[in-house]
């Protein structure tokens, strides 16, 4: 007889394995191995008829034995003695086993493993009376054997024993299989076994002839074969990564179906890689699982009835999910099984095909209506249609399909510009189906629209392909913001299935550059979509191995620079769990504990920033950290408490280590983050949580509710506005606030689309995001609604805080070169990627974290810790040297600064001033006297109702009284070489109190009246008596017009105690007060002030002009 792997025998017409083979031989192993045996059926069939008679029962034993350890069971124990059985009264039994090991085996009845099985083997001509005596004998033991294996070398008539089972299980109690000389031959011819028979029976022996050649393909398979199953079969290898075990069973299968092991091996590991994924409940892998043995069955074994088996565990599980890609595995299955019922290969019974086409269609139909997720929507409706096509047939010579054609054009139309539908693999299909499609105008128009599709997506992808290329260049050059630019241009265009990997790396580089611009929140953003990408992915292929750890390193990166402690640790998690399931080498679980470690000291350090009235909140989180294997982080947030003795008592703190050196390390350790920026750690404990950023020196704040929904609305926003205005810093800008503030919150009043309103509280305008608890879309257009949303909100957002100064050049830049709301929107709906990745259990908050088993600890700590060094001096512009001329090149390139170094500092809001209507100012004072108050200083308005809201939000900013002169007031006299009188008041923020630190870049907006009276009688009184008090009062006035009277409001007063006063002619370059000189109104300079400083300043404010 001859084996061959590269050699078929005579197939019938409907060959699965020879139609995969040819579209497929890279899957099929590139082996040639042929192994030539003298020994035929007939042959050891006589061997094994004459065993008795040649004194062979021990070899016989032996032989009976392994093919029963190879089929059966592994763990068999033969019994010592005299042949027949010795004193055990069986040939062999079963020993016990852990079900750990037991659940790794591939043999048949694997589920039967922990049974006690006794084996009985015989080599007599009489065999009925043999297996009675052996059965007896064995049950007169009384060890509750669970079932008796008697194998006999004699043929059995299949009637006769199932008699003689039957009679036996009444006699005993026990249940008998008996295996004849069929079973044995069967074994050994095929499935695999000859060289068990040479071996122990010695038949053939030295007559074989055997040569293989692994090819490279399967030398690598075999290779990662046997070093999985050594890694599988030791029980120390998978301590808590359970994914892993299941992802290794399920490779090892597929690596055995490649190198065309036998069915048994095959079916055997793809039966325990099912079983593993089952018992911890990973329903991804066991659907997985379950569709590639289904696969294999039908393409490697032929072995339709078992394919139509595990169809049923396909079905199970892919109806429980509302992903497409999940029916799509039913949708691959079930016209294999309709083939194989068509011709003849399965009888039509077994095929279920009626209720399967019925219930596949049903689940499609769901699916279909679900338009909130039109990709998903429509690829169950092509499959809707695929399965139609299947059902009725495609040789049908009148062509009944072409009104399915005509609807699959019309998804094909309505596809178009949804990026992941499955464009690629229905082309693949329809190529197949055309190869029966003779003549058919309706199907050309499919094929024609698809592939026209397939064309433009291709020079699209290629087209952002090469974007992405020259953004890296652009970031490997240090230019951040070109970066941004190109990505921009790139991401939009690769929401493909097909560039599915190329997206992932435009998202991550383009959360680079923006991270390299100070913009924290587009960074996260961005990387949170790389994430949503990979798991889409996981949830294709059903493995982790998909997953790429890179992308979770990067997240819980973006995550940890905003400091919230919440979503630290969710991005811990995720990623130690992914990690832990992909360590699999010793190099993978050295970079593994690296990771871990280093999460554990960032976290820790930033826990060490804790201030000490937070720390009694969390008293219960420190064994919660110790959960998700951060010991560290423990160690310092109980020193922190003030838990020393506990520390020491647990040996975390080494016995010989003194308080003083313990003091030292965790210092240290605290210091290291506060060195490298490390954010103020945020708790999120309240009821609200405040998410902020800085855009074009902008402070903007969101108060969000804490729940998933506003905080991901909160997010999307601030990361949006980033996105969007991230190249706008070389754009002249008109600030119009410093600040802003919005809330977001739930209200069961608005709308699918959130409401943004903007009102005035306390004189500043503060908006207000009200939007539904529950985000759910229904339709395609629904799901459209967040982004157009997005696009309006985000616009006047901007709009309230800052202007460009020439608005068509901006638009054009931004929203046509740079395509800039495609980067702003494209990846905005924040609420969606968390509830994919986290569901309904997004931790948000530590309280999430804590089990409420665990231990609260005591806050020993009495005492700010580390004590607070000694008081240094601020850097503040009131003490830095100021610069002379124009600031350096490098100082004014904006593509060298970052958003958040860069703040407007300004009590003006630009547009409650342009509708105050400032239009005078005027001073009131008492006669002199020791009790008289200070005297006034009022500004004047047009509109008193915005007056009274300036002075409103000034109170609430300031206070009613500015101790710290954080609200400047400048008077600059002699403005005017023309009008000597004239002067100009000037309000500002106090550049003297702002600190500064290297790198920032500083603005200050201020708002200006200038006055021209007929001399300086009131402003000299005013003065002197300022300067008698040493403060005076400031107020607003209604003006409405420059002939009327002021109207003081003095409902509305700041104490002031500070005022500059100042002469024009002596102003300095770089000085802030230089905006109220007028280049065309020359100031008064004094005949003996030839040189005044005010000369250099007009010089450097004519160059400034001329930029």
Same mark, same amino acid.
């Given at each position: ?124 001509? @009489? ?76 038949? *053939? ?213 949804? *990026? ?10 329809? %190529? ?26 291709? *020079? ?129 679980? /050295? ?57 020491? %008592?647990? *040996? ?104 943004? @309103? ?20 229904? %339709? ?81 700590? %009495? ?91 000034? /109170? ?59 001399? @300086? ?79 250099? @300043? ?10």
């Amino acid at each position: 007889m001859t084996e061959s792997t590269n050699t078929a025998s005579e197939k019938p017409k409907y060959a699965p394995s020879r139609y995969m083979r040819d579209r497929h031989p890279d899957l099929f192993s590139d082996s040639v191995s042929e192994v030539e045996y003298e020994v035929e059926r007939e042959v050891l069939s006589y061997h094994l008829e004459t065993l008795t008679n040649q004194k062979g029962e021990t070899a016989f034993e032996n032989f009976a034995q392994r093919l029963c350890e190879k089929f059966i069971a592994p763990n068999i124990r033969p019994q010592t003695g005299p042949v027949g059985g010795g004193d055990g009264k069986t040939d062999a039994e079963t020993f016990p086993v852990s079900s750990e090991i037991s659940t790794r085996w591939f043999v048949p009845d694997n589920d039967k493993a922990g049974e006690r099985k006794a084996f009985a083997f015989s080599a007599k001509k @009489t065999w009925r009376s043999k297996i009675k005596s052996d059965v007896a004998a064995i049950a007169g033991t009384k060890r509750d054997y669970d079932q008796v294996i008697c194998v006999t070398n004699q043929f059995v008539p299949a009637k006769k024993s199932a008699d003689l089972q039957d009679e036996l299980f009444k006699e005993h109690g026990i249940p008998v299989t008996i295996l004849d000389r069929t079973w044995l031959l069967d074994r050994v011819f095929k499935h695999d076994s000859m060289a068990i028979a040479v071996e122990e029976l010695g038949v *053939g022996k030295g007559t074989e002839k055997q040569t293989k050649k692994l090819g490279p393909n399967d030398t690598k398979r075999a290779a990662e074969l046997d070093a999985l199953e050594a890694k599988i079969a030791d029980g120390s290898q998978y301590q808590g990564q359970t994914v892993a075990l299941v992802e290794d069973a399920r490779r090892a299968a597929l690596l055995a179906r490649g190198l065309e092991h036998s069915s048994a091996e095959v079916n055997g590991r793809f039966d325990r890689a099912l079983r593993l994924a089952r018992d911890n409940h990973i329903k991804k892998l066991e659907l997985a699982i379950a569709y590639e043995w289904a696969w294999t069955s039908h393409f490697w074994h032929e072995d339709h009835l078992r394919t139509s088996e595990l169809y049923d565990d396909v079905e199970r599980l892919a109806f429980g999910s509302d992903d497409a890609i999940d029916l799509e595995r039913l949708s691959n299955l079930l016209p294999l099984i309709r083939m194989s019922v068509h011709t003849g290969s399965m009888d039509a019974s077994k095929g279920k095909l009626k209720n399967r086409t019925a219930a596949l269609k049903s689940a499609l139909e769901a699916l279909m209506v679900q338009t909130n997720r039109p990709n998903n929507a429509l690829h169950a409706e092509a499959m809707l249609l695929m399965t139609r096509v299947s059902e009725k047939g495609v040789e049908h010579r009148d062509d009944p399909l072409k009104n399915i054609w005509v609807s699959f054009t019309d998804v094909i139309k309505r596809a178009e510009g949804l *990026g992941t539908f499955p464009f690629t693999s229905i082309a693949d299909a329809l %190529t197949q189906i055309g190869e029966f499609i003779a003549d058919s105008d309706e199907f050309d128009t499919l094929f024609e629209t698809i592939t026209d599709a397939l064309a433009a997506r291709s *020079g699209q992808g290629e087209a952002a392909r090469k974007n992405v290329q020259r953004a890296y260049q652009k970031l490997a050059k240090g230019l951040p913001y070109d970066a941004i630019r190109w990505f921009g241009r790139a991401v939009a265009l690769l929401i493909k299935e097909e560039y599915g990997d190329e997206l992932i790396d435009a998202l991550l580089g383009a959360g680079f550059a923006f991270e390299q611009v100070g913009l924290p929140w587009a960074a996260r953003n961005y990387t949170l979509a790389a994430v949503s990408q990979e798991f889409f992915a996981f949830k294709r292929y059903g493995s982790i191995g998909a997953l790429r750890s890179s992308v979770l390193s990067r997240y819980f990166d973006t995550e940890f620079k905003l400091g919230r402690v919440p979503q630290i640790l969710s991005a811990h998690e995720l990623e130690m769990i992914v990690c832990t399931a992909q360590a699999r080498t010793d190099g993978q679980r /050295r970079r593994l504990n690296k990771v871990q470690e280093s999460h554990m000291m960032q976290i820790a350090s930033l826990l060490l920033q804790t201030p000490l009235d937070k720390l009694s909140e969390i008293a219960q989180l420190p064994d919660a950290l110790e959960r998700l294997a951060l010991p560290m982080s423990r160690t310092a947030l109980l020193y922190l408490m003030g838990n020393e003795d506990i520390l020491r %008592t647990e *040996g975390w703190i080494p016995e010989q280590e003194t308080p003083e050196g313990a003091e030292i390390f965790m210092r240290d350790l605290r210091d290291y983050g506060v060195k490298a920026d490390y954010p103020a750690p945020d708790l999120a404990l309240g009821e609200t949580v405040t998410l902020s950023s800085n855009v074009l020196g902008c402070r903007i704040e969101l108060a969000c509710a804490n729940n998933l929904v506003s905080i991901g609305i909160g997010e999307a926003v601030l990361g949006s506005l980033e996105a969007l205005l991230a190249t706008s810093l070389d754009h002249r800008m008109l600030p119009q606030v410093d600040h802003l503030q919005l809330r977001v919150t739930p209200s069961d009043t608005v709308g699918l689309s959130p409401v943004l @309103t903007f009102a005035d509280v306390d004189g500043e305008p503060i908006g207000t995001i009200a939007h539904r608890m529950v985000m759910e879309y229904k %339709t395609k257009e629904d799901a459209l609604s967040f982004p157009h949303w997005m696009s309006d909100a985000v616009l006047e957002i901007f709009l309230r805080f800052a202007a460009p100064q020439d608005a068509e050049a901006w638009g054009k830049a931004l929203f046509e070169d740079e395509r800039a709301l495609d980067r702003a929107l494209t990846f905005s709906n924040v609420p969606v990627m968390l509830a994919n990745l986290h569901g309904d259990r997004a931790q948000l908050s530590l309280a999430d974290w804590i089990d409420p088993a665990d231990p609260t600890y005591e806050v020993k700590r %009495t005492k700010v810790w580390p004590p607070a060094p000694a008081p240094e001096a601020i850097k503040s512009f009131g003490n830095t040297q100021r610069g002379e001329g124009l600031a350096p090149k490098e100082m004014r390139d904006a593509a060298k600064g970052k958003h958040s170094k860069t703040r407007w500092l300004s009590p003006i809001d630009m547009q409650k001033w342009d509708k105050a209507k400032w239009n005078g100012t005027f001073f009131m004072w008492s006669p002199p006297g020791p009790d008289m108050p200070p005297p006034m200083l009022g500004l004047a308005y047009e509109n008193s109702s915005v007056a009274k809201d300036i002075f409103k939000s000034w /109170r609430k900013r300031y206070g009613d009284d500015d101790v710290k002169d954080d609200l400047k007031i400048t008077i600059v006299r002699g403005i005017s070489r023309d009008y000597p009188a004239a002067y100009a008041v000037m309000v500002s923020q106090n550049p003297d109190n702002v600190p500064i630190s290297e790198g920032n870049i500083i603005g200050f907006v201020s708002r200006i009246n200038r006055m021209y009276p007929n001399s @300086t009688q009131n402003l000299d009184r005013f003065v002197a008596d300022y300067s008698r008090h040493g403060r005076y009062v400031l107020f607003p006035a209604h003006l409405p017009n420059k002939l009327a009277q002021p109207e003081p409001i003095f409902d509305l007063p700041i104490g002031k105690h500070n005022l500059t006063v100042i002469n024009a002619w002596e102003i300095t370059t770089n000085d802030i007060v230089a905006s109220v000189l007028d280049l065309d109104e020359p100031p008064f300079i004094p005949a003996d002030q030839p040189n005044a400083p005010v000369l250099k @300043t007009l010089e450097w404010l004519k160059s400034l002009r001329l930029e």
